[in-house]
């Protein structure tokens, strides 16, 4: 079976600097899989190359059996693929509804506006009692909810997360968590992750990929990752 993201021998970094060293990954439809790295291990590099924002210097990417290596970010949304950055990237000065209907920007029909926007409702019924409001006076659990929910808006086969707990609270980062979980099973939609809460990423992923200094070192069964000496080794 032809993975859905097949991504091979990939370098990317910024200027003259090489942030990412031959990466291999391939993630198969429903499955979760989060990246693991301390920082500057080159895990944001990797989603944002995937994604487009970052042009390759070498490697491949393909997602359904097609390259999309160099594509642009707007071709990858059409084509079902969405990122939510680190830090939100909501637009904070819209209300939370103009912020979800830019998520689907692409939309042309108001029955599939309807039913994208009472879907990401149905996940985050607060976003749905705050709709009126401005993005940018909602707390910090809440702007990842509404960046999650415009990612979702399009749809999305794949969906990558650029450290979607951070700067959030114990109790905020399970429910978002939680939501991320509740799309891929209710959805059957992919995803992608970078997270530093370890506990958390590890628990509801079914693979775990580890970077070190760009280079992956691991990928595998995230159980087996449960002995945290191992994991600070590959560190």
């Given at each position: 079976?032809?993975?859905?993201?097949?991504?091979?021998?990939?370098?990317?970094?910024?200027?003259?600097?090489?942030?990412?060293?031959?990466v291999?990954?391939?993630?198969?439809?429903?499955?979760?899989?989060?990246?693991?790295?301390?920082?500057?291990?080159?895990?944001?590099?990797?989603?944002?190359?995937?994604?487009?924002?970052?042009?390759?210097?070498?490697?491949?990417?393909?997602?359904a059996?097609?390259?999309?290596?160099?594509?642009?970010?707007?071709?990858?949304?059409?084509?079902?693929?969405?990122?939510v950055?680190?830090?939100?990237?909501?637009?904070r000065?819209l209300?939370?509804?103009?912020n979800?209907?830019?998520?689907?920007?692409?939309?042309?029909?108001?029955?599939?506006?309807?039913?994208?926007?009472?879907?990401?409702?149905?996940?985050?019924?607060?976003?749905?009692?705050?709709?009126?409001?401005?993005?940018?006076?909602?707390?910090?659990g809440?702007?990842?909810?509404?960046?999650?929910?415009?990612?979702?808006?399009?749809?999305?086969?794949?969906?990558?997360?650029?450290?979607?707990?951070?700067?959030l609270?114990?109790?905020?980062?399970?429910?978002?968590?939680?939501?991320?979980?509740?799309?891929?099973?209710?959805?059957?939609?992919?995803?992608?992750?970078?997270?530093?809460?370890?506990?958390?990423?590890?628990?509801?992923?079914?693979?775990?990929?580890?970077?070190?200094?760009?280079?992956?070192?691991?990928?595998?069964?995230?159980?087996?990752?449960?002995?945290?000496?191992?994991?600070?080794?590959?560190?």
């Amino acid at each position: 079976m032809t993975a859905l993201l097949a991504v091979s021998g990939l370098q990317a970094g910024y200027g003259k600097k090489i942030v990412v060293h031959n990466v291999d990954l391939a993630l198969d439809a429903n499955e979760i899989a989060v990246v693991l790295g301390h920082n500057g291990a080159g895990k944001t590099t990797l989603l944002r190359t995937i994604f487009g924002l970052i042009k390759a210097r070498s490697g491949s990417v393909s997602f359904a059996g097609r390259d999309i290596t160099g594509r642009s970010p707007s071709a990858n949304i059409t084509d079902g693929l969405a990122l939510v950055p680190q830090g939100h990237g909501i637009f904070r000065t819209l209300g939370v509804r103009q912020n979800l209907e830019l998520g689907g920007f692409s939309i042309a029909d108001r029955q599939v506006m309807a039913e994208r926007l009472a879907r990401v409702f149905a996940l985050f019924p607060v976003l749905q009692e705050r709709q009126q409001q401005i993005g940018g006076t909602l707390s910090g659990g809440q702007q990842q909810m509404l960046a999650i929910g415009m990612a979702l808006m399009s749809a999305p086969r794949l969906l990558i997360l650029d450290e979607p707990s951070i700067g959030l609270a114990p109790l905020l980062v399970e429910r978002v968590m939680a939501s991320i979980r509740e799309i891929n099973r209710t959805y059957g939609t992919t995803i992608l992750l970078v997270e530093q809460n370890l506990k958390h990423g590890l628990a509801i992923a079914s693979r775990a990929v580890v970077l070190n200094r760009g280079a992956k070192v691991y990928d595998g069964d995230p159980a087996a990752l449960a002995d945290e000496r191992r994991l600070l080794e590959m560190f």
